[in-house]
């Protein structure tokens, strides 16, 4: 199975929005998968 990039990007976009409305200053997204190199774009953001 598998989804496209800009899913997984809306999908950790969401989940990062979500902490922080609820005090979440900051979080660590851990990339299990050389594959999934949309995940770099998120590594700088603040």
Known sequence: M???S???AGI???IAESLRGS???RSI???GHG???VLFNFT???
Do not use: H
């Open 12 to 14: 950790i976009t969401d």
């Open 6 to 8: 800009s899913t997984l």
């Open 44 to 46: 700088d953001r603040g």
């Open 35 to 37: 594959g999934s190199y």
């Open 2 to 4: 598998s989804i496209r």
């Open 23 to 25: 005090g979440v200053e």
């Open 29 to 31: 997204v851990v990339n």
